[in-house]
């Protein structure tokens, strides 16, 4: 039978051992919570103690949420979430053996990440009226955003000390606390001494923060609040439809490739732990070029 104060407790003790053992980041751990409260509401409706779980249950598990509609990489974090967790059991002597060791991951096909022609990037940097305060802020954002291919998260928690302006390079703390260091343009480096001369201090209001990037009451600014600058600047342009947060950092990604970098230097750049992560953008190279040969090779149409 299911118990929920057994199965609460060992979540929890989960949870710390992935922060204190593991070293992940906050959101990774708050994001295999959020999947094991599905877990926990598959118990709950089902009445079955989380520590007997059986391999059948397991995969009537993972196949319920593809019922109801679940993309497959939903369904792939879903069962990496659970793998991770009933390992976890197994390190604790809570159980001998992974009822989900055995389900595979879902197959997918490569989703081409969307991004921004050279042209669209520089109508949305333009585009922040680096005559008002805000403006000023926009712009070193945006402008960072692209010249290093930064995480959202990464910039919202981006520290002066990380800065090294002189020498044009942030250190940034990554997912799984793994740190790297990012060059940055001319460009960047002078819309960044814009804003910290001229805006950053009328923010802060007297109050003092560590941080870069600040919102009108002097604080950190969040993840939340910089999705809706970009969202902002987005609709100014009229490409709201395809422009989020993680447009910038594809952008950046794909026109370092088209230019002739290296894939090993993006993933270092991008903070990517698996070079095949980063080879996504090797697709992107690919479907431009194949369009460009059939749009101008003499003979590419039948």
């Known amino acids: 039978m299911f118990d929920l104060n057994k199965f609460g407790s060992d979540l929890k003790k989960y949870l710390v051992f992935l922060q204190m053992e593991k070293g992940l980041a906050d959101n990774t751990i708050i994001s295999y919570k959020q999947e094991l409260e599905k877990l926990k509401k598959y118990f709950k409706k089902k009445d079955i103690n989380h520590l007997e779980l059986s ?115 942030i250190r940034v703390l990554g997912k799984g606390n793994k740190e790297r260091v990012i060059p940055f343009g001319g460009k960047a480096e002078k819309y960044l001494i814009v804003y910290l001369k001229n805006s950053r201090n009328i923010l802060l209001k ?25 969202k902002q600047y987005g609709e100014k342009i009229g490409r709201y439809s395809i422009i989020t947060p993680h447009i910038l ?6 026109h370092l490739l088209e230019k002739g970098a290296d894939l090993r230097s993006i993933q270092m750049m991008l903070g990517h732990s698996s070079i095949s992560t980063t080879e996504i953008y090797t697709f992107v190279a690919r479907d431009k070029i194949k369009k460009i040969y059939k749009k101008y090779h003499p003979r590419s149409r039948k």
Request: cysteine-free.
């Open 55 to 169: 391999e059948y249950q397991a995969i009537d598990f993972i196949k319920s949420g593809a019922i109801r509609g679940n993309s497959l990489s939903t369904q792939s974090h879903l069962l990496s979430a659970s793998k991770s967790f009933y390992k976890y059991l197994i390190s604790e002597d809570k159980i001998i053996h992974n009822p989900i060791s055995n389900i595979s991951f879902p197959r997918k096909w490569k989703i081409l990440p969307k991004y921004l022609t050279i042209a669209q990037v520089t109508e949305l940097l333009n585009s922040p009226d680096i005559k008002k305060i805000l403006g000023k802020r926009d712009k070193a954002i945006l402008e960072l955003l692209y010249a290093t291919g930064l995480r959202i998260s990464e910039l919202s928690y981006l520290k002066l000390e990380n800065l090294y302006l002189n020498e044009n390079f």
């Open 206 to 230: 007297n109050k003092s923060s560590d941080f870069i990037f600040l919102n009108r009451n002097g604080e950190r600014i969040s993840r939340q609040g910089l999705w809706k600058i970009i």
């Open 249 to 254: 950092r594809h952008s950046f990604a794909t």
